[in-house]
């Protein structure tokens, strides 16, 4: 099926949903313009900007960002995500070292790096993980979090961003498996556990992460099953955040979650023995990575 025909499955007929008040960010601040222009300068990809992140003003602010590696074009065609979809581009092999610049002129203590997926690579582009995580970490000396695709399953493409050391390894379940046909094409859920229990495996100690989206038509059970699954394979960090629709061609959002509603779950989440979780509207999967890495010691 082209990415085209899966599209099609996308709902268009429900306008944007207006934000409660609870979901209002406020106008770029102080900051934002060099950050803009350290990303410019290098002709880096952020996930702030192609995802469209609720986030980007306040963490730009601040000087940090989240790098997208691989491109800007993606070979998946969830319907929850704004990234382009279609032909990738190039790997370019000097982006590593770009990343790194990057970090430094930002003065980052905690690099989060993620990517499209490139199911077009032979390893899904888990070489191109390893030297990044390299090349900030010997410019930088900084703390680097990775946030990964699935690489379809292959064992030895997760080996490789192991090796780099990461400090941080993040993969992101995003929504529960009954939605998955929906929500995250091409991915399987069991897949995205035998990826955080393989990290387990070849290194226990590296910290393990992922991340969920609610408001997709998820119930509550549905979402502590899926934490307890994750908490089985040793996954120990958990983000919980609101989904926001990109644009009237992608998933409709079901329901905006109060923020309440967020600390109850977070509470329960908690239950299940995960050492940190943030639960949220605004949470993202790298937003505030480093405070939370840092109450795990990793920085």
Request: glycine share 8%; aromatic share 6%; hydrophobic share 35%.
């Amino acid at each position: 099926m082209s990415p085209l025909e899966i599209l099609t499955d996308v709902p268009k007929s429900r306008p944007q949903r207006r934000l409660p008040r609870w979901l209002k960010r406020p106008m770029p601040q102080p900051g934002m313009a060099y950050t803009g222009g350290v990303i410019s300068d290098l002709n880096l990809e952020t996930v702030c900007e192609s995802a469209k992140c609720p986030n980007r003003t306040e963490c730009w602010s601040q000087q940090t960002a989240t790098f997208m590696i691989l491109g800007n074009v993606c070979t998946r065609p969830c319907g929850f995500c704004s990234v382009p979809k279609g032909k990738t581009e190039t790997v370019e092999l000097d982006e590593p070292q770009r990343v790194a610049e990057a970090a430094e002129r930002l003065g980052l203590a905690h690099v989060v790096i993620t990517s499209v997926t490139r199911d077009d690579l032979p390893d899904g582009g888990a070489d191109h993980f390893y030297h990044c995580v390299k090349a900030v970490r010997q410019r930088t000396g900084a703390a680097v979090e990775v946030l990964v695709p699935d690489f379809l399953g292959d064992t030895s493409a997760i080996d490789r961003v192991i090796e780099a050391e990461p400090d941080v390894f993040n993969h992101n379940t995003e929504t529960v498996p009954r939605l998955y046909h929906r929500v995250r094409r091409n991915a399987e859920y069991q897949r995205t556990l035998d990826l955080l229990a393989r990290v387990k495996q070849k290194s226990p100690n590296m910290p393990t992460k992922s991340g969920l989206m609610l408001g997709l038509g998820e119930t509550t059970e549905e979402v502590l099953s899926v934490c307890a699954d994750l908490r089985e394979v040793g996954c120990e960090m958990i983000t919980i955040g609101q989904y926001l629709q990109p644009s009237p061609e992608h998933l409709p959002v079901e329901r905006f979650v109060p923020p309440e509603e967020f600390d109850e779950v977070g509470q329960l989440v908690r239950r299940l023995g995960f050492s940190l979780v943030a639960s949220g509207p605004f949470v993202r999967s790298s937003y505030h990575a480093g405070e939370m890495a840092a109450v795990l010691g990793r920085e």
